[in-house]
């Protein structure tokens, strides 16, 4: 048998590197779903609330960026194991850490609403909840729609860092079939292969939005 | 109700009581050190067409932004028909008046600007509608009836479903005064809206306001660099200079005889 590559090994592989590209799939979308309305949430919290409220968020963006997201899921996982399930804990990390980079990205689509937006509002004595809804949050989230796809591929792309608190997503499946089996780089290839396939499409249609933004 | 073409002495009367529609005392407008304002007083009459004129950097623009409450008055008081804007004085010491009084008071402020600033993520008819449903409490039909009367008024009813994107300079200029008049503004403030025009569109936006100064009672307050316009709507005109008035009289003095040097160099620079 060819020692290098083996289509068998590669079909064997494949029905558990789809039952982990599920888990990969759902922690990428709760995941992206907390980075995008927690991460809006802090951006406008930063802008609009008093310092008292508004210093120790920005400390905790701060705190959250600038460390390891392995380290986060490890002292997570080794703090919140006994409350929740894994699976939870490391979505919510996941979507936590994604929060910070997003809030970033909604803080920029926020200042690029342009100044006399705010002041048409004030002409009109729209209240301030109101000029956040309906007049600045649309136009900054559009402005920001290619910004937030590409954080959301590229935590799509770092779910495999959920093995470390023993997740089964994909590439923690290709790892298994590989210790049971010893054939590692058909599961290895095909799991790369997967994400590949999922999140190139994704990437050209952020590029359409983008041009269509433009 | 004001003439259509004011003459010289048809300033309207005050309101019954005699209080000002608009007053200014003692304004002081600093920006960091550079004094904008310095003790600026005067006032604008129930009904009356007041432009401001002068060269660039004279504080005209500065007065509208106060009063719109998109500036912050470093000194001195503004009172709409008098009632406290910014400030008021309380046991001596001056107090600044909560957001939501002010909110209040704006109501009855409209502001036309340079660049239109219409909402982009909105048609023609949410830009018109947004504030007297969600600021007067009016219901969305009762609102969107009156925003077709607007833009018939303006011209623009057969886009009200456009986005500003997709409108002229011109066309979203006379959407940006439907939107202004549609909260029933007592005071409207003109803030060089032909600026930001080409040349061959600004005779539409000034026609419609034209139209308008004839029909109503707003009190005007106008910063334009469109003499002829001056000439037609204003009741009265104000030659600033450096944060302070030069002279002041009806339009047809002081287009044909100012008084001051200043004046007098200004109008032939720009006539």
Same mark, same amino acid.
């Given at each position: 048998?060819?020692?290098?590559?083996?289509?068998?090994?590669?079909?064997?592989?494949?029905?558990?590197?789809?039952?982990?590209?599920?888990?990969?799939?759902?922690?990428?979308?709760?995941?992206?779903?907390?980075?995008?309305?927690?991460?809006?949430?802090?951006?406008?919290?930063?802008?609009?609330?008093?310092?008292?409220?508004?210093?120790?968020?920005?400390?905790? /963006?701060? !705190? &959250?960026?600038?460390?390891?997201?392995?380290? #986060?899921?490890?002292? +997570? @996982?080794?703090?919140?194991?006994?409350?929740?399930?894994?699976?939870?804990?490391?979505?919510?990390?996941?979507?936590?850490?994604?929060?910070?980079?997003?809030?970033?990205?909604?803080?920029?689509?926020?200042?690029?609403?342009?100044?006399?937006?705010?002041?048409?509002?004030?002409?009109?004595?729209?209240?301030?909840?109101?000029?956040?809804?309906?007049?600045?949050?649309?136009?900054?989230?559009?402005?920001?729609?290619?910004?937030?796809?590409?954080?959301?591929?590229?935590?799509?792309?770092?779910?495999?860092?959920?093995? /470390?608190? !023993? &997740?089964?997503?994909?590439?923690?499946?290709? #790892?298994?079939?590989? +210790? @049971?089996?010893?054939?590692?780089?058909?599961?290895?290839?095909?799991?790369?292969?997967?994400?590949?396939?999922?999140?190139?499409?994704?990437?050209?249609?952020?590029?359409?939005?983008?041009?269509?933004?433009? | 109700?004001?003439?259509?073409?004011?003459?010289?002495?048809?300033?309207?009367?005050?309101?019954?009581?005699?209080?000002?529609?608009?007053?200014?005392?003692?304004?002081?407008?600093?920006?960091?050190?550079?004094?904008?304002?310095?003790?600026?007083?005067?006032?604008?009459?129930?009904?009356?067409?007041?432009?401001?004129?002068?060269?660039?950097?004279?504080?005209?623009?500065?007065?509208?932004?106060?009063?719109?409450?998109?500036?912050?008055?470093?000194?001195?008081?503004?009172?709409?028909?008098?009632?406290?804007?910014?400030?008021?004085?309380?046991?001596?010491?001056?107090?600044?008046?909560?957001?939501?009084?002010?909110?209040?008071?704006?109501?009855?402020?409209?502001?036309?600007?340079?660049?239109?600033?219409?909402?982009?993520?909105?048609?023609?008819?949410?830009?018109?509608?947004?504030?007297?449903?969600?600021?007067?409490?009016?219901?969305?039909?009762?609102?969107?009836?009156?925003?077709?009367?607007?833009?018939?008024?303006?011209?623009?009813?057969?886009?009200?479903?456009?986005?500003?994107?997709?409108?002229?300079?011109?066309?979203?200029?006379?959407?940006?005064?439907?939107?202004?008049?549609?909260?029933?503004?007592?005071?409207?403030?003109?803030?060089?809206?032909?600026?930001?025009?080409?040349?061959?569109?600004?005779?539409?936006?000034?026609?419609?306001?034209?139209?308008?100064?004839?029909?109503?009672?707003?009190?005007?307050?106008?910063?334009?660099?469109?003499?002829?316009?001056?000439?037609?709507?204003?009741?009265?005109?104000?030659?600033?200079?450096?944060?302070?008035?030069?002279?002041?009289?009806?339009?047809?003095?002081?287009?044909?005889?100012?008084?001051?040097?200043?004046?007098?160099?200004?109008?032939?620079?720009?006539?």
């Amino acid at each position: 048998m060819s020692d290098i590559w083996s289509w068998e090994h590669a079909a064997a592989a494949l029905p558990a590197l789809l039952e982990g590209f599920k888990v990969t799939l759902l922690a990428t979308l709760l995941g992206t779903l907390i980075a995008v309305v927690l991460g809006l949430v802090v951006a406008i919290v930063r802008r609009t609330a008093p310092r008292i409220l508004s210093l120790p968020v920005t400390g905790a /963006v701060e !705190f &959250i960026r600038m460390t390891p997201l392995v380290v #986060q899921l490890v002292f +997570a @996982n080794l703090v919140l194991s006994q409350f929740f399930e894994t699976l939870t804990i490391g979505i919510w990390v996941l979507g936590i850490h994604y929060t910070t980079y997003m809030a970033e990205v909604y803080r920029a689509g926020i200042d690029s609403v342009a100044k006399g937006q705010w002041e048409a509002a004030t002409a009109l004595s729209l209240p301030r909840a109101r000029t956040w809804r309906a007049i600045v949050i649309p136009q900054a989230v559009r402005n920001t729609l290619p910004a937030l796809g590409n954080y959301a591929i590229s935590m799509f792309k770092e779910t495999p860092f959920l093995i /470390v608190i !023993f &997740i089964s997503e994909m590439v923690n499946q290709a #790892q298994n079939y590989g +210790a @049971n089996t010893y054939r590692y780089t058909e599961p290895i290839t095909m799991a790369g292969l997967i994400f590949l396939a999922a999140s190139y499409p994704m990437s050209l249609l952020i590029r359409r939005l983008e041009k269509k933004l433009a | 109700m004001p003439e259509n073409t004011p003459t010289p002495g048809a300033v309207p009367e005050g309101a019954a009581d005699g209080t000002p529609h608009l007053q200014f005392r003692d304004v002081v407008k600093k920006f960091g050190d550079n004094t904008v304002l310095d003790d600026l007083n005067f006032s604008v009459s129930q009904g009356e067409r007041v432009t401001l004129i002068g060269p660039s950097g004279s504080g005209k623009t500065t007065i509208l932004r106060l009063v719109m409450t998109l500036e912050e008055l470093t000194g001195g008081y503004i009172d709409i028909s008098g009632q406290p804007l910014q400030y008021t004085e309380r046991g001596g010491k001056r107090v600044r008046v909560p957001d939501k009084q002010r909110r209040r008071t704006t109501t009855q402020i409209g502001m036309v600007f340079q660049h239109f600033n219409l909402f982009p993520n909105m048609t023609v008819m949410e830009n018109i509608i947004e504030a007297p449903v969600h600021v007067m409490g009016l219901g969305r039909d009762e609102a969107a009836d009156k925003a077709e009367a607007l833009l018939d008024k303006v011209g623009m009813a057969w886009k009200k479903d456009a986005r500003p994107s997709q409108l002229s300079g011109g066309q979203q200029q006379r959407v940006a005064i439907a939107r202004a008049l549609a909260m029933d503004p007592e005071i409207l403030l003109l803030d060089e809206v032909t600026s930001a025009l080409d040349p061959e569109l600004v005779g539409e936006v000034l026609g419609v306001l034209k139209d308008i100064a004839a029909e109503t009672d707003i009190s005007m307050l106008i910063v334009t660099h469109e003499m002829q316009f001056a000439r037609d709507v204003s009741h009265r005109v104000m030659m600033f200079d450096q944060g302070s008035v030069v002279e002041q009289d009806s339009p047809e003095k002081i287009f044909t005889e100012p008084e001051h040097q200043r004046t007098q160099d200004f109008l032939r620079a720009v006539l």
